[in-house]
């Protein structure tokens, strides 16, 4: 579903980019681990923050790694399921650049639930905070929240996937400062006909709304 940089091709970074993260049942999308919970963050070229979308998921099994997400079969009971949200991942996926760390656990749910749902994507342009982060950022290990350390951002809610895709998308700008070849994608920027509808469950209105 991801295409990455290539040496040549078309530039999209004016358009902004779309950062995501998701939370998981597990670690193997082809081991029937679901996704639980899905952010993205809009944000422009310069980093500005344009709008984000967050939402707990109903998985079709038990939520597994809780000890990790802190997400728990209660708060999953009444959330929509990926089929009912999918529609507003696309829309707010369209006409960007999509951004992840690690992107290749993304692209591997996400096509996994996608495909399960009965839709049919196109390669859509994407790039890896962690690739970009090898080879610039001198540190033992290119986690996130090890780059963010880096970059002197602080991880607000981590292991939330709107916390993390936060985090992502404020230091995206400093390494797009780094030295790197140009940004071009060999795939077109192809509609991918979402829109915005049905309903969202987000993690944060459940804890506001704890006693």
């Not at 998981?24 to 310069?46: K, L, M, Q, S, Y």
Request: glycine fraction near 8%; charge should be negative.
């Amino acid at each position: 579903m991801f295409s990455y940089p290539a040496p040549r091709g078309h530039t999209y970074t004016a358009n902004g980019y779309a950062v995501i993260d998701l939370e998981t049942t597990g670690f193997d999308a082809r081991r029937n681990d679901r996704v639980v919970e899905v952010a993205i963050v809009r944000v422009d070229h310069t980093g500005h923050e344009l709008g984000a979308f967050s939402t707990l998921i109903h998985p079709g099994r038990p939520v597994g790694a809780t000890a990790v997400h802190h997400i728990t079969d209660d708060m999953v009971c009444d959330a929509p399921t990926f089929p009912e949200i999918a529609p507003a991942i696309l829309a707010w996926m369209e006409g960007t650049v999509i951004v992840a760390h690690n992107a290749g656990f993304e692209d591997s749910f996400l096509s996994a639930e996608f495909a399960r749902a009965g839709w049919k994507l196109p390669a859509v342009p994407a790039l890896d905070t962690l690739a970009l982060a090898q080879g610039v950022v001198p540190t033992g290990n290119h986690r996130l929240p090890t780059v963010c350390q880096w970059a002197g951002i602080t991880i607000h809610n981590p292991h939330s996937a709107l916390g993390d895709a936060r985090a992502t998308a404020q230091v995206l700008p400093q390494l797009l400062t780094q030295p790197h070849r140009p940004l071009r994608w060999q795939v077109p920027m192809t509609p991918l006909g979402g829109h915005l509808s049905g309903r969202y469950c987000p993690r944060e209105s459940l804890l506001a709304a704890a006693p």
